[in-house]
């Protein structure tokens, strides 16, 4: 195990109560630090490092077990530079429009109110500069037919294409954020979501960290818009809501909950102590440990902001947005994008669909959207 490493769990075991001792190790306070070196370990904590080492199977699988017992402390300040506050929240099982009729953030889309998010496998595009637009994919997951419709799906070719409208910057930043509409958009009862995110992307395309609202049946199983999270390691997608996702401890909501419709939220991404914080209008509401891409993936190199349809074709007739094409003044926006600890913000938009229009008001807003092909 290199020193650098072991440099790493030293640190975390200083923090760290072990088993039924109730011994608090500490690092030799009047060490010399230098670049690339770390502090001097005392004997105790050298041991104490051998002995996680042995019994969780090595350097990382050690790392991991003292991560998972400290809890990571979100920045003092939200991704927009304002103080946490609680969300307020509608009645557990509300809809998008009662959420919204209440004046409230969002919904426990669970009647419990549980704060367990829960693991949804469907389809999930992915737009990169580096590694390539996803713009065609198979699955074996058939859409189901929207609530009451009377409608039966056509047979199922297990093609998925992907429509994007999007503004995107490459830079190195510690994350971004921006204000989302958030619509109710009609989804085609052939199609798999709409839905509008942010997303921080490595240099190469190839870890991604994503949230946003979406309107997908086989995720939330019903039409309304619900907060959503996801991740990819090396180009490989996981699931929504639940793969590798920690909801903080404080939080009050969980990715699944129902959101307001006709209304606009400030949705974050943010890289500190050790994760990929995420916020939503007033909280953070939890994180992708680093230790998903085994502590490889800190920082951000490519950034992008957009609307995003799943269709059972080439030609959907899923709405994108509010489904108001982009020179209607009313039409759904990205806007106030920004960068943490970043370039300045100079979002490059375009649309990769002949069917859905993105339209730049400025550097950093841009309206995007339409009703599809039909």
Request: hydrophobic letters at 35%; aromatic letters at 8%; charged letters at 20%.
């Amino acid at each position: 195990m290199s020193n650098s490493r072991r440099g790493v769990l030293a640190a975390g075991l200083a923090t760290v109560v072990v088993g039924s001792l109730g011994i608090v190790w500490t690092l030799n306070a009047n060490a010399e630090e230098s670049p690339g070196t770390t502090a001097a370990i005392t004997a105790p904590t050298e041991q104490l490092i051998d002995s996680v080492e042995k019994e969780s199977g090595g350097a990382v699988a050690a790392l991991d077990k003292i991560e998972t017992a400290q809890d990571p402390a979100p920045p003092k300040l939200l991704p927009w530079g304002a103080r946490p506050s609680k969300l307020t929240r509608a009645r557990a099982g509300a809809s998008s429009a009662a959420v919204a009729a209440a004046g409230a953030d969002a919904a426990s889309a669970d009647p419990s109110g549980s704060l367990v998010p829960v693991p949804e496998y469907a389809p999930k595009g992915r737009n990169s500069r580096a590694a390539g637009i996803l713009s065609r994919a198979r699955t074996t997951i058939v859409p189901p037919a929207p609530p009451s419709a009377g409608q039966t799906n056509k047979a199922p070719t297990n093609d998925v294409f992907f429509h994007y409208a999007v503004g995107s910057q490459t830079g190195e930043t510690d994350g971004t954020w921006a204000n989302l509409s958030i619509a109710k958009p009609e989804l085609d009862h052939d199609d798999y979501h709409t839905l509008a995110e942010i997303t921080v992307q490595s240099a190469d395309g190839r870890q991604i960290v994503e949230v946003g609202w979406t309107v997908d049946r086989t995720v939330n199983g019903d039409d309304d818009p619900h907060l959503f999270v996801y991740y990819w390691k090396n180009r490989e997608p996981s699931c929504y809501n639940a793969c590798g996702f920690e909801v903080y401890k404080t939080a009050s909501i969980k990715p699944g909950d129902t959101l307001p419709t006709g209304v606009q939220k400030r949705f974050g991404i943010q890289h500190a102590n050790g994760v990929w914080w995420i916020a939503y209008d007033s909280e953070w509401i939890g994180y992708f440990p680093d230790r998903l891409w085994d502590y490889t993936y800190t920082r951000g190199g490519y950034t992008q902001w957009f609307g995003e349809v799943a269709a059972a074709s080439a030609d959907p007739c899923s709405d994108m947005g509010n489904g108001l094409p982009m020179l209607d003044g009313s039409a759904s926006r990205i806007g106030t994008i920004s960068m943490t600890n970043g370039p300045e913000p100079r979002a490059n938009v375009r649309s990769t669909s002949p069917h859905y229009s993105v339209y730049a008001l400025s550097e950093r807003t841009f309206r995007f959207g339409g009703v599809g092909a039909c």
